[in-house]
């Protein structure tokens, strides 16, 4: 039997994230990029993840604000991407302006100070462009004895170029690499890297495509449905199964061998 998720488990904490995919060498498969979790983090410590964070109130605010095809809802969640992958990384994606690397850099130091986007825009005269991201995913792994459950939005970006520079925080974050998703899948298969079983399944997902134009066609082309993980112990062994219709390749694993973010 497939374990039905209880009612009394917590409301979600909103919370976005992101897949920048960047060229790779001449004949390679594109980049991703992926962060290290520190591991005093209480959610996903010491675990690659892809860049993101919880929603905030201001991205809330500034997502009211804007005037446009976007609910202000979907607005936010995307406006949060755009201002954790700047202080994660010091990438500047999702927006337009006379942007540079030492802009982005100037940007990162103000964002830091103010923690919200809107001064940041203000102070350099850039404005959003979201429609550099690309909607890829929904996870919300519901468990009434987790007392912190984040309900989390994926996106997909591309840098193009592989003439990029990152810096990690060193506060939230350890590391910051780029690899291709199936050799990402083989870092943690070699126990180089350890993955929490959303990041597992969107990584082989990932690697299903050869580009970033294959991936942004297939996420356009597939419906995001919000995937709810459930325990299956109608086998042998339980197995943490996900819906069988939303792009995923591979919809199952061993309960046992799920890390535990």
Do not use: C
């Not at 604000?65 to 609910?71: D, K, N, T, V």
């Not at 202000?72 to 995307?78: F, L, R, T, W």
């Not at 979201?130 to 939005?153: G, M, S, Y």
């Not at 449905?225 to 819906?243: A, C, E, F």
């Amino acid at each position: 039997m497939v374990k039905t998720v209880s009612n009394t488990a917590p409301a979600g904490i909103p919370a976005a994230t992101v897949i920048i995919f960047r060229n790779g060498g001449e004949g390679q498969l594109p980049e991703i990029l992926m962060t290290v979790r520190s591991r005093n983090m209480a959610f996903a410590g010491g675990m690659a993840v892809f860049p993101g964070g919880r929603v905030d109130p201001a991205d809330f605010a500034l997502g009211k604000a804007l005037s446009g095809a976007i609910e202000p809802d979907e607005a936010a969640h995307q406006i949060a991407v755009v201002r954790e992958t700047l202080e994660e990384t010091g990438l500047a994606i999702g927006l337009a302006g006379d942007i540079d690397a030492n802009k982005a850099r100037a940007a990162r130091d103000l964002l830091m100070q103010t923690q919200a986007l809107a001064p940041v825009l203000d102070e350099f005269n850039w404005s959003l462009d979201l429609a550099q991201l690309t909607p890829f995913a929904r996870w919300f792994p519901q468990n009434e004895k987790i007392p912190r459950v984040f309900d989390t939005r994926f996106y997909l970006a591309d840098l193009g170029t592989g003439a990029v520079d990152i810096e990690v925080d060193q506060t939230e974050n350890s590391r910051l690499f780029w690899i291709d998703a199936q050799g990402a899948l083989d870092m943690a298969e070699a126990g180089d890297i350890k993955l929490i079983f959303p990041t597992r399944r969107n990584l082989e997902r990932l690697a299903l495509f050869s580009s970033y134009e294959e991936t942004k066609a297939h996420a356009e082309a597939t419906p995001v449905k919000t995937i709810i993980p459930q325990i299956d112990k109608s086998g042998d062994k339980p197995m943490l199964r996900i819906v069988e219709d939303a792009g995923y390749p591979i919809t199952s694993e061993l309960l046992e061998s799920v890390a535990r973010g």
